[in-house]
């Protein structure tokens, strides 16, 4: 028969190498909030924002340039205007990825700079497929006051030309 002393002490050992109770946390109540601004992509001229940093051997054979990298740095905007205010830096990558449309993949960071939400931003990734009227793209995460975002981004050429520059409306919608 066990003693009363021994069952304790066996007790409290088994207490004591248990492991913590799980820690919870209260998040606040999600908000949603819907932005629009304008992204300027400039690969031509004297001062780009948008640059090629790796290619395919057959990337000039290419008529969607399959296998182009650029790294950008463009800015967002109020307004198509490109000296309208501005509201934050488009910063991250964007590849061409598809052989027989106009298909990028976009890693991209679009970070605010002005109003209640400079300091914080949202990541975009996933396929832009560049001539189609609308495209529709993921948020996955954000920083500052998008700290975990999730959403979409519409996106829609407002101009380009030929030498591959372009503005495009972006309307996005955010859940964090």
Known sequence: MCKPGFILLLFSLVVAAAPPPAQSF?????????????????????????????????TDNSPTLFGALLMADDPLTETPDPNSKLLGRAQGVYG???????????????CFTDGIYNGSSI??????????????????????????ARGFALAKTHWFNELGDAIVGYNVTIVH
């Open 26 to 58: 209260r998040f606040k109540q999600e908000t949603v909030t819907n932005l629009q601004f304008y992204f300027h992509d400039t690969i031509s001229g004297k001062n780009p924002t948008a640059i090629k940093v790796a290619e395919a051997a057959h």
């Open 96 to 110: 061409s990825a598809g052989k027989d449309e106009l298909a990028l993949v976009m890693a991209m960071s679009f």
């Open 123 to 148: 990541s975009v990734l996933g396929k832009n497929s560049a001539m189609s009227p609308v495209r529709e793209m993921p948020i996955v995460g954000g920083t500052g006051l998008f700290r975990l």
